[in-house]
């Protein structure tokens, strides 16, 4: 048996009324997802718990079948995994986004009144990002903190022995207002007010600003976590697993559960992803062996945060006519039963340019049983199916073994 799942990472939505109703899923052009969907076990899904933020790594934990409220120790540390940073005991990771605050002119504005313009700088490019971070490093690293450069405006820092301090605000969930009300406190303030210093009139951002894009002119920290651990997911599934994702959370979360992580060359993590290499690499994986193969998408997700309707629909498209539709027609050739689920990890709706904890929909299909299911693909039909699962970590379980609990 060969088993598939689409992530496709804030995919989820609610009502727009210039769609007449409907959302991204239900109105993108999608044939694949709806053919399968009329043949396939379909409901609802929570994939994060109560009490807890719905983040990607808790609910992408959640569908690996991780429950959140004991392994998740905040997404930093398993990007740092994923960066090869071989973490200590006693160190903290930190996501640090390189953000937009303030519009250009605004250099009389406080440091503390500018707003948030942008969490990812124009989805800055790696190597520009490269050039910013090293930097920070050599500004304000030191013997017990160290920035790191991550993937277009994902990084991270490390600090040994770091000051307590977790009640930091996600940069996307401040989109458009004055961060006053939202900054961290000492000595991590004082942190980011220097690196606006540092990185205002770096070279990087003039030509930047000349080219009519938005510089990467703060750092911004959130989400610090200790050194995580995750039982083998080989072990608890007996199943070969590969993920493919562009995103260094996800990649951290196969490292800590012993999956074997893809990198796809063109995967940024954006509308711009390479939507084909994603869909070949899965098909590579499976002629290689694995039984098992998690493709993440984050382009959906990225488009919600920036309020950009059409590419969200697009995105969708891509996801299913350059991946899902080429990874399914290979398993219908390998003369081998299969399964294939596909579901979003949480809604990032448009309107709210951030994620939320409404459930999302998923349909499984399974090669031996097709069954009677849902019209097409999206969030009003998953729900009138009156399945719902309260908890992420079982969809494994109703994948794998047909249970919806247990």
Not at 151 to 161: F, G, K
Not at 211 to 226: E, L, M, T, Y
Not at 361 to 382: H, L, M, T
Request: charged share 25%.
């Amino acid at each position: 048996m060969k088993y598939f799942v689409l992530l496709c990472d804030g995919a989820a939505d609610y009502p727009i009324e210039t769609l007449n109703g409907g959302t991204p899923l239900s109105t993108a052009k999608k044939p694949t997802m709806d053919a399968l969907a009329k043949k396939s076990f379909a409901g609802t899904v929570s994939n994060v718990p109560n009490g807890m933020v719905p983040e990607s790594d808790t609910a992408n934990l959640a569908v690996l079948s991780y429950n959140p409220g004991i392994y998740s120790k905040g997404r930093s540390p398993l990007e740092a995994m994923s960066l090869g940073i071989d973490m200590k005991p006693n160190d903290t990771a930190y996501r640090c986004n390189v953000v937009t605050i303030g519009n250009p002119g605004e250099t009389e504005v406080p440091y503390e009144e500018k707003i948030m313009v942008d969490h990812g700088a124009d989805e800055i490019t790696t190597a520009e990002a490269d050039e910013l971070i090293k930097s920070l490093q050599a500004e304000m690293g030191d013997e017990h903190k160290h920035f790191y450069t991550g993937v277009s405006y994902r990084h991270c820092l490390i600090w040994n022995n770091a000051p307590e301090f977790r009640d930091f605000m996600r940069p996307h969930d401040i989109l458009g207002q004055k961060i006053t009300r939202y900054l961290p406190g000492e000595p991590f303030l004082s942190i980011q007010k220097k690196s606006y210093e540092i990185l205002k009139d770096h070279p990087v951002n003039l030509n930047r600003i000349k080219r009519g894009i938005r510089p990467a002119n703060s750092a911004w920290f959130w989400s610090p976590g200790k050194k995580p651990a995750l039982p083998s997911f080989k072990e608890k599934w007996n199943l070969d697993a590969s993920v493919i994702s562009a995103v260094d959370l996800i990649k951290g979360i196969a490292i800590c559960a012993g999956i074997h992580s893809v990198n796809v060359k063109g995967a940024t993590g954006n509308i711009n992803t390479n939507f084909k290499g994603k869909g070949e690499a899965a098909i590579n994986e499976f002629r290689n062996g694995k039984e098992f193969v998690y493709v993440h998408v984050e382009a959906p997700d990225e488009c919600g945060h920036r309020a950009e309707l059409d590419n969200k629909i697009l995105s969708i498209e891509k996801i299913d006519t350059e991946i899902l539709k080429p990874v399914y027609e290979y398993l219908q050739t390998c003369k081998e039963d299969f399964k294939i689920m596909v579901l979003p990890d949480h809604p990032t709706p448009i309107c709210k340019r951030t994620h939320t904890m409404d459930p999302v929909p998923f349909i499984i299909y399974d090669s031996r049983n097709e069954r009677n299911g849902i019209v097409s693909f999206n969030e009003e039909n998953a729900k009138a199916t009156g399945i719902y699962l309260s908890r992420g970590e079982n969809l494994m379980n109703l994948l794998v073994n047909g249970k919806i609990s247990g």
